[in-house]
């Protein structure tokens, strides 16, 4: 829970974490290296001084350490745990449904796990997509479509192996697809993560939400145009928002502009950990203010009740989470643990 200065409390969901092993070991080849090498340069080029992990640390942390990271020394509530493969360039895969569902179940009521699949595997993604809902239960998935298989070097959610998939996703009531559309990481291509693929596949889906993750950076525009037409398409604000500390200007424009053309209702926090962690995030985003000529310009502003939103209450809706009830069990927990 968060506590503001003022002593109220904002019930937050993280929006998008990662259980990750980036570690030299699981690495397959070259291309691991090069993947958590890229996501350490995010780290170290965006994060304050005394947040920064050593290599190691962030190449694989343990389950312990990410609770804490969290929900102890962390503002989080809830976090939503993204799965993510890369099995062509990691041995046991970078972030699987099965590794985060292990951790996930050590911490009851925290996470939400989400799962993934890949439509360029035809008929054994439908059966995949079966076998994460009756394992799992799942409710969301994080899509990749910059990830390698063999040749490929991507796919785009309007394949049309894609689309069964979605139909699947859509009949399961597997309703919050969330896709990685936004900045590179090396080896992967950049065009792999173009955004025009979004407003055909959101306009044939109404049944589903895509939470578009990174809003579409550095293809804000393009984002922006869509969701604004799109009522399911929703902006993740995870490598957006630590901007907020080392460029609080440019962070203000994109959230400005978020904030006139997709709405308050249509944003959800992320902190992209292990990339960052949520306390500075959370606490710089509350004290943060719009500069004054950004407000006039767009005719929007950053209020207290447009932050709870975004820092939980747009997510709480999305995955049919009850506020209310949802901190009144977190709070019998904390009482019960300190009784014991």
Not at 119 to 144: C, N
Request: net charge negative; with cysteine; aromatic share 14%.
């Amino acid at each position: 829970m968060f506590i503001t200065p003022s002593g109220e409390e904002v019930f937050v969901i993280d929006g998008h974490t990662h259980f990750w092993d980036g570690s030299p070991a699981n690495q397959l080849n070259i291309h691991g290296k090069q993947f958590i090498d890229c996501f350490y340069a995010y780290h170290t080029s965006l994060s304050p001084k005394d947040k920064l992990w050593p290599k190691e640390q962030f190449e694989k942390y343990s389950a312990d350490q990410m609770y804490h990271d969290l929900f102890v020394d962390g503002p989080d509530d809830m976090a939503v745990v993204q799965s993510t493969y890369l099995t062509e360039f990691y041995k046991n895969g970078f972030n699987t449904i099965d590794r985060n569902a292990e951790m996930a179940k050590r911490y009851k009521d925290r996470f939400i796990v989400n799962g993934a699949f890949d439509p360029r595997d035809g008929e054994k993604a439908l059966e995949y997509i079966h076998y994460m809902k009756e394992t799992f239960g799942i409710k969301g998935v994080k899509l990749y479509t910059a990830e390698w298989k063999g040749d490929s070097r991507g796919w785009k959610l309007t394949d049309p192996n894609a689309y069964r998939c979605f139909e699947l996703c859509q009949k399961l009531g597997i309703t919050n697809i969330h896709v990685h559309k936004g900045p590179t990481i090396i080896p992967l291509d950049k065009d792999a993560f173009d955004v025009h693929d979004v407003d055909h596949a959101a306009t044939d889906f109404q049944g589903l939400n895509f939470i578009i993750e990174h809003c579409g950076l550095p293809r804000l525009d393009d984002f922006c145009w869509i969701a604004v037409q799109e009522t399911n398409v929703h902006g993740g604000l995870a490598v957006a928002l630590p901007f907020i500390h080392g460029r609080p200007r440019y962070f203000a424009e994109v959230i400005s502009e978020l904030l006139f053309w997709v709405g308050e209702d249509k944003i959800l926090f992320g902190s992209d950990y292990a990339i960052w962690t949520p306390r500075w995030l959370v606490e710089k985003f509350w004290n943060f203010e719009l500069p004054e000529d950004l407000k006039q310009e767009h005719g929007v502003d950053l209020t207290p009740q447009a932050k709870r939103k975004i820092l939980g209450l747009n997510a709480a809706r999305l995955y049919g989470v009850d506020v209310e009830a949802q901190k009144a069990k977190l709070a019998q927990q904390v009482h019960a643990a300190a009784a014991e």
